[in-house]
Every structure is written in C-alpha cells, then in structure tokens.
C-alpha cells in the first residue's frame, strides 16, 4: 500500500467492518423475523417500524465504532497512541480516520437503504423513503458528536462534565430534532444546522488530537479518580484474613460483588430518568426488579473470571468456588433485602395498590396471599434469575440461556399453551436435570465437588423430578404447567453450582 | 543430558510436548533442576521458556510426557506444589485495584509461613507505599511488588519469569542478584527465565538453553564454559568463506580476521587452528551470549561476514 492515507483508511475500515457486519445481519434478522412470524413472534407486543429499526441499527453501529476494542484488552475509545506518532500532520491524520469512519457508516447505511428498498418491495412508498430519510443524518451527527468527545475527553477533561450534561438534555433535542430539521421547506436551513454541527464536531476531534499529542493532560479530575479519592478516605489500606476462604471472599467481593451495589441505583435512576425524559410510562413496581436483574446480568460476566494471579495461590477449585457463591450471595441479598422491603412500601404509595391495601386494611384484614402475590413472590422470582444469570459467563449457562432463549417463544410467549406443545419443553426440561446430575456426578468424582453439595442436590432434584413424573403430571392442567416450570427452574437455579467448579478447573489447568 | 541429575531434584520434567493449534511449543523437553541451585532457562522470544514454566506451575497439563516439582503432579496436587513456590510472572498479573498493602494481606492468607517482619523490610527496600494502587506503579514497582509477594513466605522454590523485565540496572544489581544469590545460599531453590544473559551468567549455578521448544543443552554454567572456546584469527587470503574448524559454530568478521565460537576445550581448538595455517590472535572462553548467538540465534550462523 503506497499512500499512508490509504494505509490509514484501510486500516479504519478493516476495524469498523466488524460491527458493521454484526449489527448488518441482526438488521436482516429483525426483518426476516417482521416478515416471517406472526404477532407472537414479537416480545409482548412491542412492534417497532422496520424503518426506526434501521436507524436505532445504525446509531448502535456508530457507537459500536467509537467504542471499538483494537487488539486484545485494548479500549479503543481514546484516539490510539501509535496513530498519534506517524508522520502526518494532526489535520490529515484526524480526517483520514474520522473520514474512513464515517464512510464505513455511510456505507453501512447505504445497504440499510437498499435493503428497506428491497424489504419494502416495489414500487416502494415514497412516503416511508421520505420519513426514512428524514432520520438519517441522526446517526452520523450522533456518531461524529460522541467521537469528537471520546477523542478530546483525555485533553480536554472539562468535556467529561460537559458531555454528561449534555447527556441529560439529549432527550429534548432528540425528540424535537426532526421538527427542527425537516419542517416544511426548511431544507437549507437544516443543511446549514448539519454543516455546523459537523464542523463543530471535527473541531472538537482535531482539538483533542492535536492536544494529545503535544502530550497536554487536563487537570481536571475523571471520575474514576474521584471516587478512588472518596474510597481511600474510607478503606484501610492493609487488611488481616483468618483464612484462605476469608481472603478470597474479600477478594471477589471487591472485584465484581459491591459494583451491583452501584448499579442497582444507576440504572434505576436511569430507568426514571428515561421515563422522564421521553415521557415513557414505566411501571413503577417492575422497574426496580428490570434494574435488580440487568444489574446481575451486567456483574454476571465478569462473575466466572478470574484473575490469572489467583490461580498461582494455593487454592482449592472448591474454596475458590465457595468464595464465589458466597461472595454472590453477599452481593444479591442486601439488595434483594432493600427491595423486598421497598416492594412493601409501595403498596402503599402507588395509587391502586394503596387503594386496594387501605380497602383490606379497613375490613381489618390482611390478606397473605396478596402480600406474597405483590411481594414475595416476585422478589423469589427476580432472585432466582439474578442468581441465574449472575453465572452467565461459564459456558455451561450461557449454552442453557441459548437453549432457554431458542424455546421460551415457543412455549411461554404463545397465549394458547396447551399440553401438546408443552411436551419438547418437557423433555427438554428432563434432559437438563440428567444433564446436570450427571456432570454433578462427575465434578464430584474430579473432586471440584464436595460431597455435601452433591448429595443435597441429587436429593433435591431427585424429589423435584419424583414429583414431576407423578401419574397426575399428564392429566390435569394449570397445576402441571406450574410444576414444569419449577422442575426447569429448580435444576436452573443449581446449573452454577454444577458449571462454576468445571469452570474454574478449566480456567486453571488452560 | 544433565550432570545435575545425580543431585536430589526438585523439578523433574521428562518428555513434556506441548502444541497450541500447529505451533509446537515444547517439543520433548527434559530438564531437571536440582534443590539449592539457581538455575537460568535462556532461550529466544516465543522458544517456549513461559510456557515451560507454566506447566511447572500446573497451569497448564501435559499433552505428553510428565512433570514433577517436590515429586508432585502440579496439574493433580496444586495446592500442595503452589504452597512450597513463590512465582513471579512475566506480565505481573497483580490486579491493578488491588493497593500494595491489600495484596501483601490477600496472599498472606494463603501461606502459614508468611514472614511478616520479612515482607514488610522488603517492602521498605523496594520503596513501596502500602496504599498505592497497583495500577498506578511503574513496571518495576510491579515487578518488585511481585517480587515481594512471591518471597515473604520464603518458599522453598521461586520461579521467576522474565524477573529483570522493567527493573533498571541499579535494581537488578542491587536488588534481583541479592536477592537470588540469597535465596539459594538459604539452601532453596530459584529456577528463573531471562533473556539478559549476563545477568543469567553472574547468577545461575546451571543453565538450560531452550531453542524451538526443544532443551539445547542443560549443564553447568563452568561446564558450558570449558566445553567451548573462542578464538580471533588471522589468515593470509584477503577473500573467501569464514575459515573451517571442527566443531565450529559462529564465524564473524572479514577478510582477513575472524572471531570463531567453537566447541571443544580450548586448547584442542587453538592447536587445530594453528595446524590449519590460521594465527591465533585471541583465544579465551566465550561469554554465554556468545554461545547463545553461536547456538540460536537466527541469521547469525557459520559465515556472517561484517
């Protein structure tokens, strides 16, 4: 390759081809999904228009782009060092790789076009094409806007502050944009808007760069800085552990369990503040379970790793286990506590709940199956599948999720679930449980396993699949459907411990 | 193979293969490492010294052949071979949330033996601030962090990757050589990897050269030593290829002088040299990076002209 812009350039794209291809083909898998199936095929009946589908595919592919990782453990959100050393002046540098950039999204948002044309058949609505259109140029400001400010955070630290206030105010802009924009004959106008806003945006870029490599540091301080400097008031610095397993437990606490602390809260708030902000109507009751859940899941992939440095300590693969579990426990519970807890309270603070509790309250009852129904019960489920899901890094779960997510539309999702078509879910259901007892056997047998657990487990499976099995299972109906559903969610809620050892011996030997 | 062998041995590994996909990086590996000596494992980049020593430390099980450190399987009894070995490795992997004083607690809940006045006198020598994050030391503070975790419990064996990696010349000096030089004069054991072999000269008791994945050599480094010679000569001819000696395996120079890296005892060589019409100027041992450059090193076989 003769022309280092040529270099440059292909060297971007080779880069953005990755999440360009991948959000490509879940586009292509949406519309195959929108053109094939029918309304049951569509999660609870949220149906999005194919056309906001492409334009929501083609931000999430920008904000793929910036935040890119190049090369193994590398965050590529900063503008890359080594580019910063070639002998290029910053100008050309900063538009060979914004230009190839942007390109890579152009030409991704070409094959989007040409595959709405398509989907949309011929001759297509000019009408639609317009709309779609109208939203197009979203994307790429959103894109060069989030780019300019990834690559000038580092010099210019002040955007850090000024990019989350401007986060809190995208909502209004976002919603009143194309109004702005495309209103009537306002074309030039709205060019004019573009053009400015670009030029701001590949300024804004250029001025990181150029600051960057003159080597300038913002002192104003990341946030990352300011909460070790809040920690450090209050951590001690040197710590005494009475045992292996103590040491442990600490160590997984603090790498993964006390960030859920954290994002239980954060994603709250930002659940609240979406709802705010795009005048969404969420309920109130499910957002914190919605938050508890994704909290796990989010915690849950880092959970099954574990630092190399671990493995060179002379730990058992079964206190290490235990650590984990317990460490999990320590990190699910107090939360789960705190909800449980606020779930009580709002049956008295929102306004139909509060109507119904204050009308058995005035008859002088309490009814405990209405408490369990609004409390109990959906803090036991939302635990269970935090739980579950907390394991979702060890292959043995993530195949079980696979398998969950391939069935769950075609058992749970249809309304008329009848018990024809509960059978492969049933036998599917059995497999898992033979499945995991016997890689329950052999993990025992391997001695990653303690016997206890073992023998607690085969007996609790044992029970559940007696009970499943039962002459009554095939004859009568919602009873059934209830005990299938514990007798796969039982086995789910033991998978960890039956993944997690295998997990970490694998880990360990390579 | 060895004459080390007849010693009592702490490692023994007999045969070991190892491939990942098609590269074959160990490929029947024998070495043996007595108790008390300091032992140097020299090789290139990617000659299979690393992954060596994690099977050494059961982090990796043996597709073929067997490894034994204190007569233990590491893959089957890590627990048992992890308490007697201190391990500092290439990349020290600390975690970088942990601060300094954390990971001193952390790993001395795992060793009964923890030396605590101990560790905290190597903490005041390596100059190491106890509420430092670890991700905010430079690489020889991690290095020497590592170190440190790796000799408080004063174990019986130390295997250190790459230890000189990221130290600057006063530390490994002052520190690494001390250091080793003490842990083996105590009657333990240090098995460690370098790519700087002078510093593998001034320390290592036996040295063990790996070259694509197979043991070169294993033997003392005195035995090394007399088992090679090298010599700068003169001849008549301006021109022509490097002069032949038996047991030649470096030539370099020019024209009339060359500097020739042989094996065999020296004067046998200086002899042979002479009865073949060439003047010896020179004659003395080879240091060690001689004869790694004689034995491995690419491009710089018989015949290089400069």
């Known amino acids: 390759m003769k022309s280092k812009y040529g270099a440059l350039a292909w060297e971007q794209l080779r880069i953005c081809r990755l999440p360009c291809a991948g959000i490509f083909l879940s586009l292509l898998s949406f519309l195959l999904v929108d053109a094939l199936g029918d309304d049951s095929s569509r999660l609870y009946g949220i149906v999005f228009s194919p056309e906001e589908v492409a334009i929501f595919s083609l931000i999430v592919a920008g904000i793929l782009i910036v935040l890119r990782r190049e090369g193994q453990n590398r965050n590529g959100f900063g503008f890359q060092n080594r580019l910063l050393a070639l002998p290029v002046s910053t100008f050309r540098l900063v538009c060979a790789v914004l230009g190839a950039r942007v390109l890579c999204l152009l030409l991704l948002s070409g094959a989007v076009v040409v595959t709405l044309a398509l989907y949309a058949g011929s001759p297509i609505s000019a009408n639609r094409l317009r709309l779609f259109s109208q939203g197009l140029p979203i994307p790429f400001l959103l894109y060069l806007g989030l780019q300019a400010w990834a690559w000038s955070v580092r010099a210019l630290r002040g955007f850090l502050y000024l990019g989350l206030l401007a986060l809190l105010f995208l909502p209004s802009v976002w ?86 602390y954290v994002l239980v809260p954060v994603i709250t708030l930002a659940a609240l503040w979406c709802s705010f902000a795009f005048d969404v109507d969420i309920h109130g009751r499910s957002l914190f379970y919605f938050a508890f859940i994704i909290s796990a899941a989010i915690t849950g992939f880092y959970r099954v790793k574990t630092e190399g440095f671990v493995f060179t300590r002379p730990i058992e693969i079964r206190t290490l286990v235990r650590a984990k579990y317990l460490a999990t426990f320590r990190a699910l519970v107090p939360p789960l506590f705190l909800l449980t807890l606020l779930m009580l309270a709002l049956l008295f603070v929102l306004p139909f709940d509060r109507y119904v509790t204050t009308a058995f309250l005035r008859k002088g009852i309490i009814d405990p199956l209405y408490v369990a129904a609004m409390v109990i019960r959906p803090a036991l489920i939302s635990g269970a599948l935090a739980w579950f899901i907390s394991w979702a890094a060890a292959p043995m779960i993530t195949r079980t999720l696979i398998v969950m ?66 002459p009554s299972w095939f004859e009568a109906g919602e009873y059934n459907t209830g005990l299938l559903y514990l007798s796969g969610l039982i086995p789910l809620m033991f998978l960890p411990f039956v993944a997690v050892p295998f997990k970490m011996q694998s880990l360990r030997t390579g | 193979m060895t004459e080390a062998a007849g010693l009592e041995s702490v490692i023994e590994v007999r045969d070991l293969v190892r491939k990942f996909r098609r590269k074959q990086a160990l490929a029947g590996v024998d070495i043996t490492v007595p108790r008390g000596v300091v032992y140097g494992l020299v090789g290139e980049n990617g000659a299979g010294k690393t992954t060596l020593l994690k099977h050494i430390l059961g982090s990796l099980r043996a ?124 009657g333990r054991t240090v098995l460690f990897s370098s790519h700087l072999l002078d510093e593998v000269e001034r320390v290592a008791d036996v040295v063990a050269m790996i ?56 004067d046998a060589l200086r002899t042979e040299a002479t009865a073949r019409g060439l003047l010896v100027l020179e004659a003395d041992t080879p240091s060690l990076e001689d004869v790694f450059l004689a034995r491995v090193a690419p491009g710089k076989r018989k015949g290089t002209a400069s």
């Not at chain 2, 070169?216 to 290829?241: C, Q, T, Y």
């Open chain 1, 175 to 260: 919603t009143s944009f194309p109004n702005i924009v495309y209103n009537g004959n306002m074309l030039a106008e709205s060019l004019l808007i573009f053009a400015l806003y670009g030029m701001a945006a590949f300024l804004l870029a250029w001025l990181g760069v150029h600051y960057q490599r003159m080597d300038r540091q913002s002192r104003v301080p990341t946030i990352q800085s300011l909460y070790l400097m809040i920690t450090s008031a209050f951590m001690p610095t040197k710590r005494k552990f009475t045992s292996a397993l103590d040491a442990q437990l600490w160590f997984e606490h603090r790498r993964i369990g006390r960030q859920l």
């Open chain 1, 405 to 470: 997510i391939l069935f769950t539309p075609m058992g749970i999702m249809r309304e008329e679930f009848m018990l024809l078509t509960e059978r492969p879910l049933f036998y599917s259901v059995i497999a898992l449980n033979l499945w995991c007892i016997a890689c329950l056997i052999l993990g025992w047998r391997r001695a990653i396993i303690p016997t206890r657990v073992m023998l607690a487990v085969v007996c609790f499976w044992a029970v559940m699949l007696l009970a499943a099995l039962a």
């Open chain 2, 63 to 186: 597709q073929s052949g067997s490894v034994r450190v204190f007569g233990m399987d590491p893959v089957k009894e890590p627990v048992a071979v992890l308490s007697q070995l201190g391990y500092l490795s290439e990349d020290r992997d600390i975690p970088g949330w942990m601060r300094v004083g954390e990971a001193i607690g952390y790993t001395q809940a795992f060793y009964p033996g923890w030396d605590e006045a101990y560790a905290e006198s190597l903490r005041e020598r390596f100059e190491l601030d106890e509420r430092a994050k670890i991700k905010t030391l430079s690489r020889g503070e991690k290095a020497k962090c590592g170190l440190l975790l790796a000799l408080a419990y004063r174990p019986p064996l130390l295997v250190l990757d790459e230890p000189s990696s990221g130290l600057d010349p006063s530390a490994r000096h002052d520190i690494l050589e001390a250091i080793v030089r003490t842990v083996a004069d105590e």
């Open chain 2, 211 to 266: 070259h694509r994945g197979k043991v070169v050599f294993e033997e003392s480094l005195d035995s090394i030593k007399a088992r090679h010679g090298r010599l700068l000569v003169s001849r008549e001819e301006e021109d022509g290829p490097a002069p032949e000696l038996p047991g030649l395996l470096h030539a370099s120079g020019g024209g009339r002088e060359w500097t020739l890296v042989c094996e065999g005892e020296l």
